[in-house]
């Protein structure tokens, strides 16, 4: 059974930071991609950020770039999703998932992911 444990979540003022985990079990970590979406309140879930994990070669959606960092610890098989300079319009729920590693890219599209976590909530507060 794959499963997703994410964390990290809570409420930060702009311009803070936060680091949001994602621990992966029950897959072969090498043969995916992890990528982070997010939805904010009433808009649609969108691709944050994607990263590969045979080659950690990383993407990021054009509104995070410079500003968030995706991060793998294999011994851990957790991915991590820094975020820095935090804006109020970052408010979401942020959901890890795994998908096809070739289909990772700056506009990873829902439709491509296997599976799904639970999400965690970050609200940044302005």
């Known amino acids: 059974e794959v499963q997703f444990v994410e964390s990290g979540g809570g409420l930060v003022q702009a311009g803070g930071s936060r680091t949001l985990s994602c621990a992966v079990s029950g897959l072969t970590f090498d043969d995916y991609g992890i990528a982070w979406f997010r939805q904010g309140p009433g808009k649609a879930r969108e691709g944050v950020s994607c990263v590969r994990l045979i080659d950690a070669i990383a993407y990021y959606e054009d509104s995070v770039k410079g500003r968030f960092n995706i991060s793998i610890d294999y011994v851990k098989t957790t991915v991590y999703l820094q975020m820095n300079s935090l804006k109020p319009e970052d408010t979401a729920v942020y959901y890890c998932?795994?998908?096809?590693?070739?289909?990772?890219?700056?506009?990873?599209?829902?439709?491509?992911?296997?599976?799904w976590g639970k999400g965690t909530l970050v609200a940044v507060s302005s």
């Open positions: 998932a795994a998908l096809y590693p070739y289909v990772c890219s700056n506009y990873v599209s829902p439709e491509e992911v296997d599976y």
